[in-house]
């Protein structure tokens, strides 16, 4: 996954539905920076709903976000431009900065203490996601622009765990991207130069992640019930996120969306990610699930229990 820079600002609010996990749907939420509303990336959300992400189309700005609008800059010191990648549940995070002299690093932010995370003897980083135990994923390449031998890896405490070696032998680049409490890690890998497939990563054991069949599939994002986020394209080329639960796919688009990407979602199942639109611009949205009608049933269900109860009450009362 190739992550780009993105204004500061407040929200441009936008509540519509779209199908989400076996048949649901979502309330879905824009969120644009006044200052520069063309390029906005959200790229995870914990489970009290604070979310990571970055700004700026020319230079890239680090942020956490609370709704609605509590923006929080996030910059890795003295760096050129920050990216913050994933957030775990005590708040603390992982990123990309740029340093000054135009090398890309991974880093951690934990209770505010800021630490380059590089796999040793490499010339470009990458941290994609974080847990609740500070294990962050991510990878490394063998080049500066980061475009050759991307080799996946995990990390705690400065040691470093190869997670290249485990896919297959065809793979050429790939990609660490989430991890959750379990320490179950999703990613991707390019076994041609035009196509990617999704990987599951359980204890070393790798399970491919390849929704309808698509030729260009990436896992970006892992709660701790085991649901998994990313993107695909379609036959047509477009590109479309997905939401997975129990193995059963479904395909995901904000309202105006030209091509979407899902990075991120929680426990509660509200996924983050962004979009580009029919003017090319770069739009970050968070969407909450819409309780199933079923659910409402229940709570009619619950109500009229409640209603009968008072009934029967007042009328032993009136007795």
């Given at each position: 996954m190739?992550?780009?820079?993105?204004?500061?600002?407040?929200?441009?609010?936008?509540?519509?539905?779209?199908?989400?996990?076996?048949?649901?749907?979502?309330?879905?939420?824009?969120?644009?920076?006044p200052t520069d509303p063309t390029f906005t990336q959200l790229l995870g959300i914990n489970n009290a709903g604070t979310i990571a992400g970055f700004h700026g189309a020319v230079t890239a700005n680090g942020f956490t976000l609370t709704l609605p609008n509590n923006f929080t800059p996030q910059n890795f010191p003295g760096s050129a431009q920050t990216m913050v990648t994933g957030i775990n549940g005590a708040g603390s995070a992982?990123?990309?900065?740029m340093d000054t002299g135009g090398t890309t690093h991974g880093y951690t932010d934990i209770f505010g203490v800021f630490q380059t995370v590089d796999e040793p003897g490499t010339v470009f980083n990458q941290g994609l996601g974080i847990n609740n135990a500070n294990t962050t994923v991510g990878y490394f390449a063998l080049d500066q622009a980061g475009q050759t031998g991307q080799s996946a890896y995990s990390q705690q405490n400065g040691v470093f765990t190869n997670i290249n070696a485990l896919l297959p032998p065809t793979n050429q680049n790939s990609q660490a991207v989430g991890i959750n409490n379990?320490?179950?890690i999703v990613g991707f890998y390019l076994p041609t130069a035009t196509t990617s497939i999704g990987f599951l990563d359980q204890?070393?054991?790798?399970?491919?992640i390849d929704p309808f069949a698509s030729t260009f599939t990436q896992a970006l994002g892992i709660n701790n019930l085991g649901q998994v986020v990313g993107l695909y394209t379609d036959t047509g080329g477009a590109q479309h996120g997905y939401v997975e639960a129990n193995g059963v796919f479904s395909s995901f688009d904000p309202p105006g969306s030209v091509n979407t990407t899902i990075n991120g979602l929680n426990d509660l199942g509200q996924i983050v990610g962004f979009y580009t639109d029919a003017n090319d611009n770069v739009i970050?949205?968070?969407?909450?699930?819409?309780?199933e009608p079923a659910s409402f049933a229940l709570l009619g269900a619950g109500l009229l229990g409640l209603k009968i109860m008072l009934r029967r009450r007042h009328g032993h009362e009136r007795a």
């Open positions: 190739k992550l780009i820079a993105a204004g500061f600002s407040a929200l441009a609010l936008l509540v519509a539905t779209g199908s989400g996990v076996q048949g649901a749907s979502y309330s879905v939420q824009n969120v644009q920076f992982v990123g990309i900065y379990a320490g179950t204890g070393g054991v790798i399970t491919t970050g949205f968070v969407g909450t699930p819409i309780p």
